[in-house]
């Protein structure tokens, strides 16, 4: 079945009154982002629906990537016909997307809306016309009026007459960008990159902050964590990747603090670096993949302690998930098996035995005097890089080529 | 030379053998180790993996290396067996299967299983009515090969596949060591099927090693423990040289398989269709789908086939009788026997395996030599 284009229905955008022209703008660019590998593809942005137009590319990739971009309700492959099509045309497209989809056993419907009011039948008419003709076609067909399994919808309006017979559901949530901009810690971990597709979900913008220490941790983290920010990108477009130095730091804390602080003051330093970053970049909070109670620095003491250090949103989207749950929306966004892959990353050098679970907030302001909080801090700013990574890109494997043509 | 013994192993391809040679020299660090070099062997192994996934359609995490097609045989029957064994001590397998099946099957018979081995019809085929009788409730597995190495039968496996459907919970093996390349994918890796075995050394790959398919989902118990390599499942320092230079040869049959499926055919054919003219020959490999493109099995009526194949290594060329595992033990084939060829005739058998290196001239020239030494036995006879 060659389909002409794909009718994309807006999400939760009906609600947004004056933004809703922003909304639309912004879905419509995250949709030609990520149908940049399709050039015939067409996408136009109008206010009730969206309409990927195929020109000739075929259906099914065009709508397995749309199945990620958030801000869709529902989508549906659509065949357009002539404005003036003769019933004959219809019934015939029509029997073509039964066959395609209808499953034996499925009750049936057929719905048409008439918008054109000088075609020729009316919605009777063609239902009618449709229907008998289908029903001589597929005689085992039981038709259902109130809830049928499978609906062919078609659609008579000004600009051609438009079928449809699968509803696919969108990824619901809000266009990528539409909620402003914020920076996510992303370690490497299961947790951070749910976190941070949870984050595009309500329409944030994310800039990934990731800190490695060399020579504790190694290259392979920093493809990890790569890696993860690119599965993330098919979400929500070009994710700008902001690595930071961290091993100064790390061990200027590991010598200084007494060791039940040590991981307390490490997470200080971190939050203090992202939020400068954030207010370097003009973003409006940090996004972080804590869950209460999962370990040391994740209970409400130790948050509090290590919040202490800046004023601006820290934002965690799986404060009440358990690791199940969470595992399981890693599994659904593709990253889990990545996250699992073993290799060290900053978090996990240098944490004590023992960490504080319940560190205090005045011990944990007077030991950090210790070290020189401006002067490393201004050191790791100084020496921060910043990779735009787009979906599809592989630092893991970068030998891949080469093995290409071993293999 | 002529060789004509490729079920028993093939020539490795040149460029099989160059990768071979390159892993061994730049990357021959562990793949366990956590440096950056054994770290590449490591992505080197995962992608090796992911191209015999991608060749054959499959995830993954569904492919086990392992050391080739006895390992895979004995993993399999054994892992299942041991697995599965407080849910039942029945298994069924066929009269016609390599050593590996039925030396692991009387291996487990010693240690309190119970085997049924299916009878074959006249053409080397198991007929899907007597699985459906064999199975019990206490059946936990069911071992069937693909392509029989002696005489190449094709197994009906969708019909097998059909009967156990109804019993989601036995594990379905087919051991496929003759039948990749052979055009037969579908049949193979039908959706029933949980478990399949190959061998690198028969399609051009090193020997030493081969792989399993396990679907998702299925659990074996691991024969060998240790380190913890294949994700638990098969613990040993992973042979990396071998392993690339197998997803080069998965590869390289893939690609070709077509052409290399329809050369066999004509070959066959013209071997075929040549020695059936003679009076003393009986030919045990049939026509149709039902025969792999590469097995041509016959004997000559009253001359041992070990006398077939000395003679005509006198003209270098190179055959074998039935099975090259089992033929210095000078028994019958036991698959000829099971399809109920009289043992006397079965005495004569030689098998004649093709690969796509050979060539149709070759086939001339057997026919030659064939001429020549037929006079000379029937004048012995």
């Keep these: 079945?060659?389909?002409?284009?794909?009718?994309?229905?807006?999400?939760?955008?009906?609600?947004?009154?004056?933004?809703?022209?922003?909304?639309?703008?912004?879905?419509?660019?995250?949709?030609?982002?990520?149908?940049?590998?399709?050039?015939?593809?067409?996408?136009?942005?109008?206010?009730?629906?969206?309409?990927?137009?195929?020109?000739?590319?075929?259906?099914?990739?065009?709508?397995?990537?749309?199945?990620?971009?958030?801000?869709?309700?529902?989508?549906?492959?659509?065949?357009?016909?002539?404005?003036?099509?003769?019933?004959?045309?219809?019934?015939?497209?029509?029997?073509?997307?039964?066959?395609?989809?209808?499953?034996?056993?499925?009750?049936?419907?057929?719905?048409?809306?008439?918008?054109?009011?000088?075609?020729?039948?009316?919605?009777?008419?063609?239902?009618?016309?449709?229907?008998?003709?289908?029903?001589?076609?597929?005689?085992?067909?039981?038709?259902?009026?109130?809830?049928p399994d499978f609906k062919l919808q078609i659609d008579v309006r000004l600009s051609g007459i438009y079928l449809s017979s699968v509803t696919i559901p969108g990824a619901l949530g809000l266009p990528v960008g539409t909620g402003g901009r914020a920076t996510m810690m992303l370690s490497g971990g299961i947790d951070s990159p749910v976190a941070a597709y949870m984050a595009m979900k309500r329409g944030v913008k994310v800039d990934m902050i990731h800190f490695f220490s060399p020579p504790y941790t190694s290259q392979q983290a920093l493809a990890k964590a790569k890696d993860l920010a690119a599965k993330l990108a098919a979400f929500g477009g070009t994710i700008d990747f902001i690595q930071v130095p961290f091993t100064k730091v790390q061990e200027a804390v590991k010598e200084q603090v007494p060791e039940g602080y040590l991981m307390t003051i490490q997470r200080r330093m971190m939050l203090r670096l992202a939020a400068a970053i954030t207010l370097d970049r003009h973003c409006n909070g940090v996004f972080t993949g804590e869950s209460l109670g999962q370990v040391a620095s994740q209970t409400l003491e130790s948050m509090r302690a290590i919040n202490d250090v800046t004023s601006l949103p820290v934002l965690r989207p799986l404060l009440s998930l358990d690791k199940t749950e969470i595992i399981k929306i890693a599994r659904d966004i593709d990253t889990y098996d990545l996250s699992i892959m073993p290799f060290e990353d900053c978090c996990t050098i240098f944490t004590p035995p023992t960490p504080k679970t319940k560190p205090d907030l005045e011990k944990t302001r007077n030991f950090e005097q210790l070290i020189d909080v401006d002067g490393l801090m201004n050191e790791a700013l100084a020496g921060i890089e910043v990779t735009k990574i787009n979906v599809g890109d592989d630092y893991l494997n970068a030998q891949e080529d080469v093995f290409a043509e071993l293999l | 030379m002529i060789y004509f013994d490729n079920s028993a192993t093939t020539k490795v391809d040149s460029s099989v053998l160059a990768t071979y040679q390159q892993v061994s020299e730049n990357y021959w660090g562990n793949p366990s180790?956590?440096?950056?070099?054994?770290?590449?062997?490591?992505?080197?192994?995962?992608?090796?993996?992911r191209q015999i996934a991608t060749q054959l359609e499959v995830q993954p995490t569904e492919i086990y290396f392992t050391s080739g097609g006895t390992e895979g045989d004995n993993w399999v029957l054994k892992g299942t067996a041991f697995a599965k064994r407080q849910f039942g001590r029945h298994l069924i397998t066929t009269e016609v299967e390599h050593d590996a099946v039925k030396q692991s099957m009387r291996r487990l018979a010693e240690l309190g299983f119970e085997i049924t081995y299916l009878p074959v019809d006249g053409e080397g085929r198991v007929n899907p009515a007597d699985l459906a009788a064999a199975i019990r409730p206490e059946t936990t597995l069911v071992s069937v090969m693909a392509v029989n190495n002696e005489m190449g039968a094709v197994q009906p496996l969708d019909e097998l596949a059909a009967v156990l459907a109804d019993h989601p919970k036995i594990h379905f093996h087919v051991d496929a060591v003759q039948g990749i390349g052979k055009g037969l994918h579908q049949l193979i890796f039908n959706d029933r099927v949980d478990f399949i075995t190959f061998s690198g050394h028969k399609f051009h790959a090193p020997r030493g090693v081969g792989f399993i398919y396990a679907r998702t989902g299925k659990h074996l118990m691991p024969l060998f423990d240790g380190g913890g390599q294949e994700r638990g499942q098969r613990s040993g320092t992973e042979n990396l040289p071998a392993i690339a230079a197998m997803a080069k040869a998965v590869r390289l049959v893939k690609d070709h398989e077509e052409q290399t499926v329809a050369h066999e055919q004509a070959l066959r054919r013209a071997l075929r269709?040549?020695?059936?003219?003679?009076?003393?020959?009986?030919?045990?490999?049939?026509?149709?789908?039902?025969?792999?493109?590469?097995?041509?099995?016959?004997?000559?009526?009253?001359?041992?086939?070990?006398?077939?194949?000395?003679?005509?290594?006198?003209?270098?060329?190179?055959?074998?009788?039935?099975?090259?595992?089992?033929?210095?033990?000078?028994?019958?084939?036991?698959?000829?026997?099971?399809?109920?060829?009289?043992?006397?005739?079965?005495?004569?058998?030689?098998?004649?395996?093709?690969?796509?290196?050979?060539?149709?001239?070759?086939?001339?020239?057997?026919?030659?030599?064939?001429?020549?030494?037929?006079?000379?036995?029937?004048?012995?006879s």
């Design chain 2, 273 to 380: 269709d040549y020695l059936q003219q003679f009076e003393k020959v009986h030919l045990f490999s049939g026509t149709g789908p039902h025969f792999a493109p590469h097995i041509l099995c016959f004997a000559i009526e009253g001359v041992k086939g070990e006398t077939i194949v000395h003679a005509f290594e006198e003209a270098e060329i190179y055959l074998s009788t039935t099975s090259a595992c089992s033929s210095k033990k000078g028994e019958t084939s036991s698959t000829l026997r099971a399809m109920g060829v009289d043992p006397e005739i079965a005495k004569g058998a030689v098998r004649i395996s093709l690969s796509d290196q050979n060539t149709m001239a070759e086939v001339e020239q057997f026919k030659t030599v064939f001429a020549r030494l037929y006079e000379q036995f029937k004048a012995l």
């Design chain 1, 1 to 147: 079945m060659e389909y002409s284009e794909i009718m994309v229905r807006y999400g939760e955008l009906s609600t947004k009154g004056k933004n809703r022209k922003e909304f639309i703008r912004q879905l419509g660019q995250n949709i030609r982002n990520v149908l940049k590998p399709f050039p015939a593809v067409v996408v136009k942005a109008q206010r009730d629906r969206l309409h990927v137009l195929l020109h000739g590319q075929a259906a099914t990739p065009v709508l397995t990537a749309l199945q990620k971009v958030f801000g869709i309700e529902t989508f549906s492959p659509v065949v357009k016909l002539p404005k003036d099509a003769s019933l004959e045309t219809i019934q015939t497209t029509a029997e073509a997307m039964i066959q395609e989809h209808y499953q034996p056993g499925q009750t049936f419907k057929i719905a048409t809306r008439r918008q054109n009011k000088n075609y020729p039948l009316n919605t009777y008419g063609i239902d009618d016309g449709v229907g008998s003709y289908i029903l001589k076609q597929f005689p085992e067909m039981q038709v259902e009026m109130k809830h």
């Design chain 2, 33 to 49: 180790s956590l440096h950056n070099f054994g770290e590449k062997a490591e992505q080197l192994l995962r992608q090796s993996r």
